[in-house]
Antibody
Framework: EVQLLDSGGGLVQPGGSLRLSCSAS????????MTWVRQAPGEGLEWVST????????YYADSVKGRFTISRDNSKNTLFLQMNSLRAEDTAVYYC?????????????WGQGTLVTVSS | DIQMTQSPSTVSASVGDRVTITCRAS??????LAWYQQKPGKAPKLLIH???TLESGVPSRFSGSGSGTEFTLTISSLQPDDSATFYC?????????FGQGTKLEIK
């Protein structure tokens, strides 16, 4: 059974940094692209970033480009999202999700989400 | 970026009703479309991918159709457990945009 355990969320001041982690199990981690999706309170879903199976290709939403960095440690089955220069509008539940294939595709598994609150 | 537009934003229906939700893409995405169901306080769940392929374990009352720019999600006979918000998502190209969501209420 696929399991994705998100962690690292919390309260941070505007301009601050935070690093999210996602521990994966139940599948061969290196064979699948991984993605972060976020959801602001009471709002819809927003794609944030994707990384392919070996970490060689990364993609970002314009809203986070230059501030967020996605990475993965395939030896530890862990996905990361380094978030810098945080803004109030980054406040959201962040979901770690697994894509269907090595580099693209639909989302077939979701983590439970971790809440990031950017506020002074 | 490809824009995804869902309609309606909210729908209210009775148990046993047939419900249809529409999703339109701003440009052709072939059949690279998925539908997700989200209940309050929970992560979304995959219902359908590649526009019409039902995910394993999803009840057969859910079905998807369409290609190009227009897609539909149909619930053939609404059940009380179907109360949720439904999202479409394109995965034809990055960014993987979602529709704004359709909230389904049971009368």
């Amino acid at each position: 059974e696929v399991q994705l355990l998100d962690s690292g969320g919390g309260l941070v001041q505007p301009g601050g940094s935070l690093r999210l982690s996602c521990s994966a199990s139940g599948f061969t981690f290196t064979n699948f692209a991984m993605t972060w999706v976020r959801q602001a309170p009471g709002e819809g879903l927003e794609w944030v970033s994707t990384i392919n199976g070996v970490g060689g290709r990364t993609y970002y939403a314009d809203s986070v480009k230059g501030r967020f960095t996605i990475s993965r440690d395939n030896s530890k089955n862990t996905l990361f999202l380094q978030m810098n220069s945080l803004r109030a509008e980054d406040t959201a539940v962040y979901y770690c999700v697994k894509l269907w294939s090595f580099s693209y595709g639909h989302i077939d598994s979701w983590g439970q989400g971790t809440l990031v609150t950017v506020s002074s | 970026d490809i824009q995804m537009t869902q309609s309606p934003s909210t729908v209210s229906a009775s148990v046993g009703d047939r419900v249809t939700i529409t999703c339109r893409a701003s440009q052709s995405i072939s059949s690279w479309l998925a539908w997700y169901q989200q209940k309050p306080g929970k992560a979304p769940k995959l219902l359908i991918h590649k526009a019409s392929t039902l995910e394993s374990g999803v009840p057969s009352r859910f079905s998807g159709s369409g290609s190009g720019t227009e897609f539909t999600l149909t619930i053939s006979s609404l059940q009380p457990d179907d109360s949720a918000t439904f999202y479409c998502q394109q995965y034809d190209s990055y960014s993987y945009t979602f529709g704004q969501g359709t909230k389904l209420e049971i009368k």
